[in-house]
């Protein structure tokens, strides 16, 4: 390993230095004869040992040997960390490219912009592993990641239709509007970073120019949601969306009935139509405040389930639900009809979609993790 080690210093020192390059050759070809595993190019080898050990021979004759066998290790500590550090920054870059960041376990702390709530993905991770002394499966969860990683690589070089993971009563901020393209969110209801992504879609004029509709995924950990309520929240916009896929909003129901679906697109036409409830929840819980001036969706990760279900039911009655309207809806979240809609959501969302960040926004053919500014936004055809 002695070989290696040498022709990459000798490489480092020849970029500064002409004096090192004659030196060069000699070290490559000992070098690619030693990882071809043929034997090293001994000349060379013992030149480099022998200028090493020169001056401890002449100042400690008797350490020579143990300074030769710490030289060889040396040497070999060196060389795996360099393969190590090459595949690290080889996984990270793709990781970088695939996902947009360079750690899947944690997608938060290693991104181009860490603005985003990241997903728990794959298994434990390599030190951890190793601390709990499964050396086996440290190896195994390292290369089965990076298999996952190169075998995502088509997907996202591919041109992406946010049209084909639309829910099939999907709802559109705004309504729906014949002739423009689709967008679609994937959100957790208790995500800063969403809340500011509808802020500035509303700021940039996207949802005018775009239908944008969404994929709810509350984001689970190991000790259970990353936001208490998230799935609360989620099971409601669920079941509001299944309610008024039949009969509309309340407005809508009792003065023009639920807008009629297109036979091309099976979504409904703006008609005028109040807007869809769980689109009227997903603005207040991302914009407005309560009484007390605290944002409605810092709240509502801090209230208890029931405080949180109480204020969902409130926002119900304000959007024209009676006590049997919002009690079906209650009834509806908790049934298991939500709970299988939900979980096809989160397969569409982590095994098709294979995002690592929350929010994410497929638009304009391209899929997008993280938080999208109002400027790249306007950019979106």
Known sequence: MLCVVAFVVVLVLSAVSARYRRLLGRAWGCAWRRVTFRPCDTTFRDDVKSSMLAPVATRAPRLVAPASVAIEVVAWLMVVSLIVSLFILGRSGLNLFVYGTCDKQDAQSC??????????AGPIGFWDSVGSGDLVGAFGNEFASLGETIAAVPSRLRSWDAADYAAPDATYLGGYEAGRPTAIEIIDPGCRFCAQLFRNMRASGFDRTHNVTYLVYPIASDTGPRFANSPLVASYLTALRAVEAQAGPPEATEATGAPEATEATGAPEATGAPE??????????????NADGTPWQVWMNAATTGEARTQLHAWLEEAGYDDDGVAEIAALAASPQTAATLAAARTTVEDEIQTLA??????GGRLRSGLVDVDTLRGID
């Open 276 to 289: 869809a409830t769980d689109w009227v929840i997903l603005e207040t819980l991302f914009s407005e405040k």
């Open 358 to 363: 929350i929010p994410s926004l497929i638009a």
């Open 111 to 120: 991104s181009l912009a860490a603005e985003m709530c990241s997903i728990d």
